[in-house]
């Protein structure tokens, strides 16, 4: 019976000491287990202006990360990475979604994407893009991880001419259409 004598006292110092900091390790832990964050990373170039074999040995390796007053023109091919801050695990699947405002935003891409294990990032590219509001979602399981909004602008910028000229070009809905 003298044995059961050095566990309470071990027992009592854990409950005393050790207990009232369960619940700040385990919500520790939670914020751990969660998909990462990280930083978007941004460049251009004019794919239709090289040949066949430029374009398939091209490597992107320059990034300017940034995510506020982003503009592209139309005959850019835009070049994105999104680079984790720490590893979200290599066998994790990401939709990057790619979102064009109308009159809300509407997806027109999406892209099944794993992280590069080397890099530990995502990156993707996109071309003839037209003018307009965009956004690219990071989703994984469901839940935005990480979203940045961008425009494409035509070269010379915008006039009255081919601002009326994009609102009435491709719409469908005739209550939009003769609204304008």
């Known amino acids: 019976m003298r044995q059961n004598s050095v566990v309470s006292p071990l027992i ?15 919500t520790l832990t939670l914020i751990q287990c969660g998909v ?3 930083e978007f990373g941004w460049t251009t170039t004019k794919m239709e202006e090289m040949d066949i074999l430029e374009k398939h040995i091209q490597t992107i ?13 139309p005959t850019d091919t835009i070049h994105y990475v999104y ?3 720490r590893s979200p695990g290599l066998e994790t699947d990401f939709y990057i979604s790619l979102n064009r405002y109308e009159l809300d935003f509407v997806e027109i891409d999406i892209k099944k994407k794993r992280v590069e294990p080397d890099s530990l990032a995502i990156r993707d ?3 003839l893009l037209r003018t307009g509001e965009y956004l690219i979602k990071i989703v994984h399981e469901g839940d935005t991880v990480d979203e940045v909004k961008f425009r494409v602008l035509p070269d010379e910028g915008y006039t009255q001419e081919n ?6 070009g491709d719409q469908t809905d005739e209550i939009i259409k003769y609204s304008r």
Do not use: C, W
């Open 12 to 26: 009592r110092n854990f409950s005393k000491y050790i207990f009232p900091f369960l619940p700040i390790f385990f």
């Open 125 to 127: 590219e996109f071309s």
């Open 61 to 73: 390796t320059d990034y300017k990360m940034m995510r506020d007053d982003l503009i592209f023109s």
């Open 36 to 38: 990462p964050k990280g």
């Open 163 to 168: 601002l009326e000229q994009e609102l009435a």
């Open 83 to 85: 680079q984790f801050s």
